[in-house]
């Protein structure tokens, strides 16, 4: 089955303590549908300009994404710039240039409105609520968000936790939005917001998913070295997602393993700047690393 995914699709120029990358693929919808693609087949839903360069677009045919739903426009890609500290999980936004995002109004393909699942990665909620208007009925839909739409677009954000089934943030974000510090209490505020399905993300540290039948803690891959953690939450919900749209039966059963499978190409991503190492990776080496998260936390 296959998973829609719409969000940004980005240039990254990205800097570190120990380097300065300019103008790489990311995105949101980027890092998530090459995340997903290990598992499923994928629609992107995105925009870029005409300055995109070609090898980016050649990347994700590479990687079997259906590129039907990306608008190519008049017009300069959004551009984002962010700069790490030496710790590498604090991260300050230098830039942000819209661009052709500022009139961006998805359109879905009519092949693309009967997916049965749908991550509506991190985009402002006013267009991932467009996205949700044009589908037939998703089997599962998850939605990713970020800081900036809790503080700009709230009741937006509100209105599109009663549509979805998963919503995914980080421990900051349910932070703001529940105002509590407590995890468990924040789960149970934001499962009365809507959704049943409800994972915090807490970066290295991994992830935690609270739902119908409880709790799950998803340990995260422990790595020597982190080159550039940007992405890695929307590599963590679309490799989540391609793993539940790959696999057949219910939801529940599936969810966990679901969640490893995600937190493996998460720590892939963090291997390399932008998609870089993510997209070198073979089915093979997933596999290894989800084998060791199981030794690792079986007891
Ligand atoms: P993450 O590291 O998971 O927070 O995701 C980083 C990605 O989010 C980068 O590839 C950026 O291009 C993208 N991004 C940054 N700001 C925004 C924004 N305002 N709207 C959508 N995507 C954004």
Redesign the pocket.
Known sequence: MSVLIV??T???SIKTPKAENPRLL???A??ASVAASFFAPVKLVGVVGNDFPQRYLRLYERHGIDLAGLQRVPGKT?H?S?EYEANMNN?R?LL?ELGV?ENFKPELPKAYQAAPFVLL????PALQHRVLDQMQRPRFVAA?T?D??LKVARPDLLKLLKRVDAFVL?DSEAQQLTGEDNMRSAFKQIHQLGPRYVVIKQGSHGSVLSCPRGMFICPAYPLQRVVD???????FAGGMMGYLAAAKGPIDRHIRRAMIYGSVVASFCCEGF?LQHTTRVTQAEIEKRVQELERLTRF
């Open positions: 969000g940004s980005a240039l990254d990311g995105g949101s980027s890092h959004f984002w962010g991260r936004t942000t995002f990665a991190n985009i402002a990713d970020m900036l739409w980080n953690p940007t992405g890695a939450g929307d590599s932008g």
